[in-house]
């Protein structure tokens, strides 16, 4: 018995290529008259998907048709899929087809002419894959009977090399080595060796005594390693690759090095998925993307609770992708979901668990149904509680019941807002929207209101997510921004090492981009609780210290203090290091807890760049305690009195640290 050929003209395309494409399909059988034939391009309807064609052949552009051995074309009826926005195909063959025969399914142009081809044809997908299939099915008794389908397999490869992405860590420390890797991309971010012989890429690097210059070819595999990189001197530096055939130049994202060993800087997405990869249908190839293709090093699952969106089969593959991808000094990753309950006294949250093989907790389980229930099971050592999107209206969060030991830190920004403020105190990444069913923002769930009424949290960024409440948001007018990321000052590249630094709130969030923010005050770093029982003088001074790197011009570097900008800084390049002296009162900035707790102060860094992204630090909080607390403070100090204070101080049994608080003051006279 013969069997069918299934095959592609051509058999290899570029990605984003727009052409002509041909599906070849030999039946090993008779086919008889009316028999139907459906043609499904296995595509999402996604901007980065197959291009849906269009069955009207009065169209000149994009079209779908088919044509038989004897020059007989056949128009195609389009057919809606349940749970799908994107059409099947239908032919009916109007005569018998021969055994042998070809019948040829046509995506793009009606003409012949490689030119018409091009400009009027089907627009290939924007993501490399190595067969990609698509698939036919055949009735041969027209009644609606098919069987499995024909597939024809077609390589898309990466689109000529448009940019190079250069992936080096973000902070390290004078001598310390260190490899970098280099990827050569398309427009769309494919790895490609598609350019033209001969092309050579010549690499350097600021900030040398001698500067570092290698010649570079483009390699077949699309990326290489550049190991042992070291730099001599602490100092913000960007490495550079120069086309040298175009004269186009692409830099790096900025590396701090410092002159002495410093906490790690890891990159990574917690909450969110690809565009590209269905995080919860196709965890392994979401997690893959994320590690090898989007370079990040450490990523959190998150998909819903409920079993609508994820069976206990479906969690099972999850759980299990989690703990195979975990690998110490490579990639680490945290199994989480999200859950959502009653609003505002609960939100939305996205959970994350210290280790492997734990369940997912459902909303309708009556063991797991309230926050309260599910913190007695666990202790905060075993899960972390992280509210998200908590000023979208009907999904927000007030505060209220907030539990510290669990909720370390909150989500401030997503692609679709940030949680911050609200629209009318100048947030710039507001949650909105202008349709009826677009979610608006609630100022209750503001985060520079819970942080006033003394809830304490680090700050951390979710990326892209269309499943579960935010699924409608592609279809009405909703504002949608670049997915964020979290920065995590960790010790080493392993879950347990960035599950402590996250409860330590040693993290920081941008809208995409990898700018690099430090703030210490009186050396502590953000996140700490620091009191005045132990360091006094901080009645007197709270000296404030940080350093910011941005991908790309900064526009400001505004220092929060309660909510308000304390002062602004407006540097004139990509780096900024500062020092600041908050000389103000203690007493006079202090924020009354009313929760019986100290009176306390707060202080957090937020940047903002010339091209809009921008970062938040988490907050520095001090609490004012001890003997000093009722201290009327000097209404000014010169350079004498600051002696005078410092052998006060030590009478106090102030710290070593707390004296070196007090050299900070300038020789001049200083208000206070």
Not at 163 to 192: C, H, M, Q, Y
Not at 379 to 402: L, V, Y
Not at 462 to 487: H, N, V
């Amino acid at each position: 018995m013969a069997r069918s050929i299934s095959f592609c003209e051509p058999s290899v395309v570029l990605a984003g290529e727009v052409g002509t494409f041909r599906f070849i399909y030999t039946p090993g059988t008779n086919l008889p008259k009316g028999t139907l034939l459906r043609f499904d391009i296995a595509s999402k309807g996604r901007r980065i998907d197959w291009q849906t064609p269009d069955p009207d052949l009065k169209s000149k552009e994009n079209l779908i048709f088919a044509f038989l051995e004897n020059g007989k074309i056949l128009s195609a009826k389009a057919l809606d899929v349940p749970s799908s926005v994107v059409p099947q195909f239908q032919f009916v063959l109007p005569c018998d087809v021969r055994q042998g025969s070809n019948i040829t399914i046509v995506l793009g142009a009606m003409s012949n002419k490689e030119k018409e081809q091009q400009t009027f044809g089907n627009l290939s997908q924007l993501t490399v894959q190595r067969r990609r299939p698509f698939y036919l099915y055949i009735d041969p008794t027209g009644k609606g009977n098919f069987s499995e389908p024909e597939t024809f397999y077609m390589d898309v490869k990466g689109n000529e090399l448009k940019s190079i992405r250069i992936v080096a860590p973000s902070v390290t420390s004078k001598n310390r080595r260190f490899d970098v890797v280099l990827r050569f991309e398309d427009e769309f971010g494919n790895l490609t060796s598609n350019a033209p012989d001969g092309t050579l890429i010549e690499l350097t690097h600021d900030n040398l005594r001698e500067n570092l210059k290698w010649k570079l070819f483009v390699p077949e595999t699309g990326f290489m390693t550049l190991p042992n990189l070291y730099f001599n001197e602490p100092g913000v530096y960007t490495i550079e690759l120069k086309n040298v055939q175009t004269n186009e130049v692409f830099y790096s994202s900025p590396i701090k090095c410092f002159s002495h060993d410093v906490p790690n800087l890891f990159w990574g997405l917690l909450h969110g998925e690809s565009e590209r990869f269905d995080s919860t249908e196709s965890i392994e190839s979401c997690i893959r993307h994320f590690r090898d293709e989007k370079s990040v090093n450490f990523f959190a699952s998150s998909p819903f609770e409920s079993q609508e969106e994820t069976s206990n089969e479906m969690w099972k593959i999850i759980t299990q992708n989690i703990e195979e991808f975990d690998e110490n000094e490579r990639f680490a990753t945290f199994l989480g979901f999200q859950w959502e309950g009653d609003v505002p006294s609960e939100g939305l949250r996205h959970f994350i668990y210290a280790k492997d093989e734990k369940p997912i907790l459902r909303k309708k389980d009556p063991r797991t149904n309230t926050l309260k229930k599910i913190y007695k099971l666990y202790s905060p050592k075993d899960i972390i509680s992280i509210p998200t999107f908590t000023m979208a209206k009907g999904h927000d969060f007030d505060f209220q019941e907030f539990q510290p030991d669990f909720e370390r830190v909150v989500e401030i920004y997503n692609a679709w807002g940030s949680s911050e403020t609200t629209a009318k105190d100048h947030n710039p990444k507001a949650i909105q929207g202008t349709a009826k069913n677009s979610i608006k923002e609630s100022q209750e769930g503001a985060l520079v209101k819970a942080l006033l009424k003394n809830r304490r949290f680090g700050f951390v960024a979710g990326g892209l997510d269309d499943r579960g409440i935010y699924e409608e948001l592609y279809d009405c007018d909703q504002e949608q921004y670049a997915p964020g990321l979290t920065g995590i000052y960790a010790e080493e590249l392993s879950r347990s090492s960035m599950f402590e630094a996250l409860y330590k709130r040693h993290c920081f969030a941008t809208t995409g981009e990898r700018i690099i923010i430090g703030l210490h005050l009186a050396g502590h770093p953000m996140g700490s609780e620091i009191d005045t029982l132990a360091k006094p003088g901080l009645h007197i001074n709270r000296h404030l210290a940080g350093f910011v790197a941005g991908c790309g011009p900064l526009l400001k570097v505004e220092l929060i203090r309660n909510g308000k900008v304390l002062t602004t800084f407006t540097p004139k390049g990509n780096f900024f290091d500062f020092e600041f002296d908050d000389l103000d009162p203690l007493s006079k900035v202090l924020i009354d807890a009313k929760d019986k707790k100290p009176p306390f102060v707060f202080y957090y860094l937020r940047v903002t760049q010339k091209d809009d992204h921008m970062a938040w630090s988490s907050p520095i909080w001090v609490d004012c305690t001890g003997t000093l607390a009722s201290v009327k403070p000097v209404r000014k100090m010169t350079a004498k009195n600051a002696k005078d204070a410092r052998v006060i101080a030590k009478k106090d049994d102030f710290s070593e640290e707390d004296e070196e608080d007090f050299d900070e003051f300038d020789e001049d006279e200083t208000d206070i």
